[in-house]
């Protein structure tokens, strides 16, 4: 298995995930607003899961938002990995590269 992921691939998943996180309160207090036309149309356990609901608009916002927020915490911290295993690869290569003796290696015929 090949993997193979460009150098502002997370980069670029972090910028759309900030997006989400935006998009995502704003689309909860559109519901919320678009539920207000229901109010007082329940009755029974439909009257108390909306009234829930409504009560806890804010609290699920928040922790919807929490969430995303800890995904984009892990993907910084997964494009920091990447970032520094990259130049050690390269480091360790011009290391290496540093160590080799090319002139004793036979490249072509004498």
């Keep these: 298995?090949?993997?193979?992921?460009?150098?502002?691939?997370?980069a670029d998943?972090?910028?759309?995930?900030?997006?989400?996180?935006?998009?995502?309160?704003?689309?909860?207090?559109?519901?919320?607003q678009a539920a207000e036309p229901l109010e007082g149309k329940f009755n029974g356990a439909g009257k108390v899961a909306f009234d829930d609901f409504k009560r806890r608009a804010d609290?699920?916002?928040?922790?919807?938002?929490g969430a995303l927020n800890a995904i984009l915490g892990g993907q910084?911290?997964?494009?920091?990995?990447?970032?520094?295993?990259d130049q050690?690869?390269?480091?360790?290569?011009?290391?290496?590269?540093?160590?080799?003796n090319f002139d004793a290696a036979r490249f072509g015929a004498r």
């Excluded at 993997?3 to 691939?9: A, E, I």
């Excluded at 050690?88 to 080799?100: F, L, T, V």
């Design 1 to 10: 298995m090949k993997f193979d992921m460009g150098s502002s691939t997370l």
């Design 13 to 32: 998943l972090g910028k759309s995930t900030i997006g989400s996180v935006d998009d995502l309160g704003t689309l909860i207090q559109w519901l919320i």
């Design 59 to 65: 609290e699920i916002t928040d922790d919807l938002n």
């Design 76 to 85: 910084g911290g997964m494009d920091t990995a990447f970032g520094s295993g």
């Design 88 to 100: 050690e690869q390269q480091d360790n290569a011009h290391q290496n590269m540093g160590h080799a």
